[in-house]
């Protein structure tokens, strides 16, 4: 698992520039086709990094529609999520995490939008291995109990992979949006 693991991370930071700019753009409207989107809600988001697909054409969509939205935050071994506001402070990943008095769990989320490494057709999906989402949202294996979040994960195209063994603890996603497909 580690050495694909590697090869997805490698495809994803070798996706040039402008490409990047391009494909993030293509996020927006291919979330709109699935995600009807109302000024109560609350959508969890992401700062792309390492080469993460971006999802600041999203981020900005939101805001400018005063949608409340927010950004996970490390919380032990698992994530919390707190709103965005203008001021950060990086995690022990380096990684901006907003400074805010507004944390929430994933439950009370409408929508979460995770960052992936990689994924297959059945909405399995390799992340960066910390574990994080998978334990923070270990609520969803119980489907009849959890409706929220929908989880949405994001990818380039070239992150598909035809299959992952799934772990026990793996939490498959709700869809996953690609610049040029939704599964």
Request: hydrophobic share 35%; net charge positive.
């Given at each position: 698992m580690q050495t694909l693991r590697q090869l997805l991370r490698q495809k994803r930071l070798d996706t040039n520039p402008s490409d990047r700019v391009k494909f993030g753009k293509?996020?927006?409207?291919?979330?709109?086709?699935i995600a009807n989107f109302k000024n109560d809600q609350k959508i969890g988001l992401y700062l792309s990094n390492n080469g993460e697909i971006d999802?600041?054409?999203?981020?900005?969509?939101?805001?400018?529609?005063?949608?409340?939205?927010?950004?996970?935050?490390?919380?032990?071994?698992?994530?919390?999520?707190?709103k965005i506001g203008e001021n950060f402070r990086n995690n022990q990943y380096g990684i901006p995490e907003p400074i805010s008095t507004d944390i929430i769990s994933a439950e009370q989320l409408d929508i979460l939008l995770i960052?992936?490494?990689?994924?297959?057709?059945?909405?399995?999906?390799?992340?960066?291995?910390?574990?994080?989402?998978?334990r923070t949202l270990d609520f969803k294996k119980q489907p009849k109990i959890a409706k929220k979040p929908k989880l949405f994960g994001l990818?380039?195209?070239?992150?598909?992979?035809?299959?992952?063994?799934?772990?026990?603890?793996?939490?498959?996603?709700?869809?996953?949006?690609?610049?040029?497909?939704?599964?």
């Amino acid at each position: 698992m580690q050495t694909l693991r590697q090869l997805l991370r490698q495809k994803r930071l070798d996706t040039n520039p402008s490409d990047r700019v391009k494909f993030g753009k293509q996020l927006l409207p291919q979330l709109q086709k699935i995600a009807n989107f109302k000024n109560d809600q609350k959508i969890g988001l992401y700062l792309s990094n390492n080469g993460e697909i971006d999802p600041i054409y999203i981020q900005n969509f939101l805001k400018k529609q005063e949608i409340s939205t927010y950004l996970p935050v490390i919380d032990g071994k698992s994530l919390k999520f707190a709103k965005i506001g203008e001021n950060f402070r990086n995690n022990q990943y380096g990684i901006p995490e907003p400074i805010s008095t507004d944390i929430i769990s994933a439950e009370q989320l409408d929508i979460l939008l995770i960052p992936l490494v990689g994924f297959d057709k059945n909405k399995n999906r390799i992340g960066m291995g910390g574990g994080y989402y998978d334990r923070t949202l270990d609520f969803k294996k119980q489907p009849k109990i959890a409706k929220k979040p929908k989880l949405f994960g994001l990818a380039f195209d070239c992150q598909q992979v035809d299959q992952i063994d799934v772990q026990e603890w793996d939490v498959p996603l709700d869809k996953i949006i690609t610049p040029s497909n939704i599964y």
